[in-house]
């Protein structure tokens, strides 16, 4: 079955400790993107990756970093979370010519 | 002005009505659009894509106009489980990656 998966789905966590959201895809997409979706403020992309080693800023970067190793594996990592980074995550790809973009379920984050 | 904006609604409409959604979008370097459908807690799945000939699909028909910066989407007939956030999606116009999302319009189809 063609999906993107992430991993965990819920996370609780406390100030200044690092933590890692795995994002995975099986359909061999060039393009991933994580987005942050907030109440009121709707889907904000995060960081996007074009290619293996390609990855480039969205619109709110900062507190966030990503690596793209592998084509199918697309990590996104706080470093220090703060409480301002509590947010339903998600991780999404589709194919280079940006057509329609598979979202994964979802990692609904707290940083307490 | 927003890059994307739409109507947040709630959109409360009877089974069977029709009901438009509006967005418009401040970029025109944009090239790519799209309309999304999010169910509460859900990540959000596509719609349909929108073209600048216009386009439907079954109940559904989108429309672009370019030169207002102004897309639309149109849901005839509608149903219980049509219920959702419908999110206007259009292309940042710099690289290609750089999709921006409206806020959504939430429709509510009551019995």
């Known amino acids: 079955e063609a999906q993107v998966t992430q991993n965990p789905r819920y996370l609780i966590t406390v100030t200044g400790k690092k933590l890692t959201v795995t994002c995975s895809q099986n359909?061999?997409?060039?393009?991933m993107s994580w987005y942050r979706q907030d109440p009121g403020l709707g889907l904000r992309q995060i960081y996007y990756?074009?290619?293996?080693?390609?990855?480039d800023k969205g619109d709110v970067p900062e507190g966030y970093k990503v690596s793209r190793k592998e084509k199918r594996n697309f990590p996104l990592i706080l470093e220090s979370p703060s409480p301002n980074q509590t947010s339903l995550y998600f991780c999404?790809?589709?194919?280079?010519?940006?057509?329609?973009?598979?979202f994964g379920p979802g990692t609904r984050l707290t940083v307490l | 002005r927003k890059e994307v904006e739409q109507d947040p609604g709630p959109f409360n409409v009877p089974e069977g009505a029709t009901v438009a959604f509006n967005c418009t979008y401040s970029?025109?370097?944009?090239?790519?659009f799209f309309w999304y459908r999010q169910d509460c807690r859900k990540e959000p799945k596509l719609l349909m894509s929108?073209?600048?000939s216009g386009n439907e699909d079954g109940r559904f028909t989108a429309q672009l106009n370019r030169a207002s910066q102004y897309i639309s989407l149109l849901i005839r007939d509608s149903k219980l489980s049509d219920s959702a956030t419908y999110l206007c999606?259009?292309?940042?116009?710099?690289?290609?990656?750089?999709?921006?999302f409206g806020k959504g319009t939430k429709l509510s189809v009551k019995p």
């Open positions: 359909m061999n997409h060039e393009y």
């Open positions: 970029n025109s370097a944009s090239q790519s």
């Open positions: 999606v259009v292309s940042g116009g710099g690289s290609q990656g750089n999709l921006i």
């Open positions: 929108v073209y600048s």
């Open positions: 990756s074009m290619n293996v080693e390609v990855t």
């Open positions: 999404a790809s589709s194919s280079y010519k940006v057509n329609e973009q598979f």
